[in-house]
């Protein structure tokens, strides 16, 4: 019997993570991205590290879906906070500048489906922070970009407080 009760305690403390919309991520043409420019790694590693960081932004909102939800999207470009500046000094790596004259801004096509298939909410947008180094505070703290992972958030938050994207 105390197995039996630990089995359903233990499914029932792991049911918000096994139960949750998911994401699936597409991008296009990444090479002829406004900015995803390295200023320290090859340019192959930095866009690969880009994208998955990018991924997993993605798939920590998807689990604010309810279950079975499928949110597909389409990256379409990605302009990074700050702006890629060489940096001549001994080590021959350029360095990003952080200033609020370059904000980040990003563009991505979605559509919602809810668990029976049907699409409840699709769209264009092209979302900026022009304000980002005004924040006190950043989204989750374990991406490297943290100006970009705020913005995606904050724009997520507003789809689900206007009644766009359904709630857990």
């Not at 296009?28 to 090859?42: A, H, M, V």
């Amino acid at each position: 019997m105390k197995k039996i009760c630990s089995l359903v305690l233990l499914a029932a403390a792991m049911s918000p993570l096994a139960h949750a919309g998911e994401v699936k991520v597409a991008w296009q043409e990444p090479e002829k991205f406004t900015d995803i420019r390295p200023s320290n790694e090859s340019k192959p590693d930095f866009q690969a590290r880009v994208i998955k960081e990018f991924d997993q932004m993605f798939a920590d909102l998807a689990k604010k879906l309810p279950d079975g939800y499928q949110w597909d999207v389409t990256v379409t470009d990605i302009d990074l906070a700050g702006d890629v500046r060489p940096f001549f000094h001994h080590t021959m790596n350029d360095v990003r500048v952080i200033k609020d004259l370059y904000w980040p801004r990003m563009s991505f096509n979605f559509d919602l489906k809810d668990a029976e298939g049907k699409s409840v909410a699709s769209g264009k947008e092209d979302i900026k922070d022009m304000g980002f180094l005004m924040r006190l505070g950043i989204a989750s703290g374990h991406t490297n970009f943290q100006y970009e992972e705020q913005m995606l958030y904050d724009w997520f938050k507003k789809q689900q407080r206007d009644k766009v994207f359904p709630t857990r």
